[in-house]
């Protein structure tokens, strides 16, 4: 079964400061990974994802995540952070293995609020 | 919120009622999504369609119905079966090719308070 966990609830982070918003997946197989965000009674926007190669994927907005495959992670980052970052942003994992459906699985969500 | 509309963007029902909620893309997406999202609960799978006239039931599906008549239109209608169905409704589609392209995308949502 694939899971999602994002480990903190909230993050706080001052302006202009780097920010990382934490994600560990589970998946039996090799995983697509993704970010979402979203703002306050608003749907969720795509931010990234990860397919293969690099390990490091840049997004929307300055955003980048990291895939770590010893560690199972893929943690959002930013190196400077602005009051405009401050949503709910979601990690989600699909296994490449299965077909389309079901397969999508999110996490719980992440509520990062940046400090002017 | 791309190419996928969602209405109304509030919706007030009373009890005993069904009311049915509206999502259309222009995506030429073949398959479609609606989650519910409760206050910090993150995302639950309502139902979701591969292709038209066929749709599956998701985690949660009790309580709702959905009709895939049209690649582009995926109504979710809350009935009266569904005891707390005051949430934030959110529809998303996207390709099936079973690949990297198979990213979904979401509509602006739609929230329902039952009164």
């Known amino acids: 079964a694939q899971s999602v966990a994002q480990p903190e609830d909230q993050v706080n982070v001052a302006e202009g400061n780097p920010l990382t918003v934490k994600c560990t997946y589970s998946v039996s197989g090799n995983p697509y990974l993704f970010w979402y965000v979203q703002y306050p009674n608003r749907g969720l926007q795509f931010l990234l994802k990860?397919?293969?190669?690099?390990?490091l994927v840049k997004g929307s907005y300055g955003f980048e995540a990291e895939f770590n495959k010893s560690q199972t992670s893929f943690h959002l980052k930013k190196p400077s952070a602005l009051v405009s970052d401050s949503a709910l942003y979601f990690c989600?994992?699909?296994?490449?293995?299965?077909?389309?459906?079901?397969?999508?699985?999110f996490g719980p969500g992440t509520r990062l609020s940046v400090l002017p | 919120d791309g190419g996928i509309t969602q209405s109304p963007k509030y919706l007030f029902r009373k009890e005993g009622q069904n009311v049915t909620l509206s999502c259309e893309q222009n995506l030429n997406h073949d398959a479609m999504y609606w989650y519910r999202q409760d206050p910090g609960q993150g995302l639950r799978l309502i139902y979701y369609s591969q292709i038209v006239n066929d749709f599956q039931k998701g985690d949660i599906a009790e309580g709702y119905s959905v009709s895939r008549e049209k690649k582009e239109s995926f109504p979710l209608t809350v009935t009266s079966a569904q005891k707390n169905p005051t949430a934030f409704y959110l529809c998303?589609?996207?390709?099936?090719?079973?690949?990297?392209?198979?990213?979904?995308?979401f509509g602006p949502g739609t929230r329902l308070t039952v009164l």
């Open positions: 990860y397919i293969t190669g690099d390990n």
């Open positions: 989600a994992v699909r296994d490449r293995r299965m077909a389309y459906g079901q397969n999508f699985v």
């Open positions: 998303a589609s996207s390709t099936v090719a079973g690949g990297p392209t198979d990213t979904q995308y």
